[in-house]
């Protein structure tokens, strides 16, 4: 059963705390860079085969077999899948930067341009799950940056193909190239490239903890976006709360995996008894009870407040990947959060609204990187360059406070090459 914990009565650093993953992965993880890094498509293949139990035909996904999966996709949930990206593409495309230009009347130019990545990568979790949704979350940012080509990697089935609920979204979100791979080996192949998966400036999406570690390991080679743990969510409810929706909105999270987490921080004793409850009743009705029984039974816990503010500041302090705030008048608190991957406001806005469906993308910080992180977005496929101008007259007029400024820092070369602009050349 779920912990009871009284925010009043225990520490801070027990209410935080968040399960740590003790294997070696490390020394696992980097050994299969090192080896994807010299030896190409033929250690891809072997992983494949020892990790996925798949020996794919060839390592790319040829273009038609996408368009097949596409007009091979029930026509339900195409429609689903169309609106989706249609919601997610109106939300990013208000992320849009533009260049600017500030033109000084002393003859100063300075201004911003705006590039986009040139390849972007996107992983894509797979195997025995499919994750259209993560799909689109990722692709259609970096459509709308303008990144010249997306690829895209993401585990086989036994069977040697990916599922072809992926290939639709692939083609209907807009990636370039997709390949059959996942682990750790297919983020080595992005990062340095192979005989025929090409290099990319950046890698964003989740995987498990392996690929989460060899992203952290590649970071400097090529740009990542987040480095991801186990999923989570904080439900900050108050006593008007439905017991039934809150025990379902937390079960959402645990049957990700046996370390995702799931809280609830309350001022209602009686809620967070009645949610105790439900939690074991609506357990032992989901298919992935194993799951998410593992998980709420290690991480989950319900907390007792004093106050709706008291468990914001609890949420501020735990930096959720996903917060709802189930009270009345929610936005009356929306600026008391300042942690939160994002946040889903009042009673009819579950966290998997989000997962799929509302526009704000799922690709979240997580492990409490929300107190410096932010959700996936078209910035994550941009670069922004700077310029500078000066006419002759300008830089006079600034020659002497620069060269100061440089001497203060104990670089006469740098004062010097401003003001030998201005002095006379002699012969030596």
């Known amino acids: 059963m779920i912990r009871l914990l009284n925010a009043g009565e225990v520490s801070l650093s027990e209410i935080l705390a968040r399960t740590e993953d003790k294997r070696d992965i490390a020394g696992t993880v980097s050994a299969i860079l090192a080896d994807v890094r010299q030896n190409g498509d033929a250690a891809l293949r072997r992983y494949t085969k020892e990790f996925d139990g798949a ?71 797979g195997g025995t799950a499919a994750y259209p949704s993560t799909v689109l979350m990722n692709c259609i940012p970096a459509k709308l940056a303008g990144c010249r080509e997306i690829v895209m990697v993401s585990p086989p089935t036994c069977g040697g193909d990916i599922n072809p609920v992926i290939l639709a979204a692939a083609r209907l979100a807009g990636v370039d190239r997709v390949f059959r791979c996942g682990g750790a080996q297919a983020v080595a192949a992005l990062a340095y490239g192979t005989e025929t998966v090409p290099q990319a400036d950046k890698i964003v999406g989740p995987g498990n903890a392996f690929v989460a570690e060899a992203k952290r390991q590649v970071y400097g080679q090529v740009g990542i976006d987040v480095i991801a743990g186990p999923s989570e969510i904080l439900v900050v409810a108050d006593g008007n709360s439905n017991p039934r929706h809150v025990a379902a909105d937390m079960l959402s999270q645990a049957e990700h995996d046996r370390s995702a987490s799931a809280v609830l921080a309350t001022d209602s004793p009686a809620l967070a008894e ?28 319900i907390i007792l407040t004093g106050t709706i503010p008291e468990a914001i500041e609890i949420a501020n302090a735990l930096a959720p990947e996903h917060l709802e705030l189930c009270v009345d008048n929610p936005f009356d608190y929306l600026d008391q959060v300042k942690n939160a991957g994002s946040i889903f406001m009042g009673r009819h806005c579950p966290e998997a609204l989000g997962d799929y469906f509302a526009g704000p993308n799922h690709t979240l910080p997580t492990n409490g990187a929300a107190r410096y992180a932010s959700p996936l977005s078209v910035d994550d496929f941009i670069k922004k360059s700077q310029f500078t101008y000066y006419t002759g007259p300008a830089l006079s007029a600034a020659a002497g406070k620069i060269a100061a400024f440089a001497r203060q820092e104990g670089l006469e070369g740098h004062a010097r090459s401003v003001q030998s602009r201005f002095e006379e050349e002699t012969e030596v």
């Open 274 to 301: 009645a949610v105790r409850t439900e939690l074991e009743r609506q357990l032992s009705l989901l298919p992935r009870e194993e799951i998410a029984r593992a998980s709420i039974e290690a991480n989950g816990k």
């Open 55 to 125: 020996e794919p035909d060839a390592l790319e996904v040829p273009a038609d077999r996408l368009d097949q999966a596409l007009a091979g996709l029930d026509r339900d949930l195409r429609a689903v899948l169309e609106e989706a990206a249609e919601n997610i593409r109106a939300f990013h495309r208000r992320q849009i930067r533009s260049d600017f230009i500030i033109s000084e009347k002393n003859g100063v130019i300075l201004g911003q341009k705006i590039t986009p990545i040139n390849r972007a990568a996107l992983y894509i979790p």
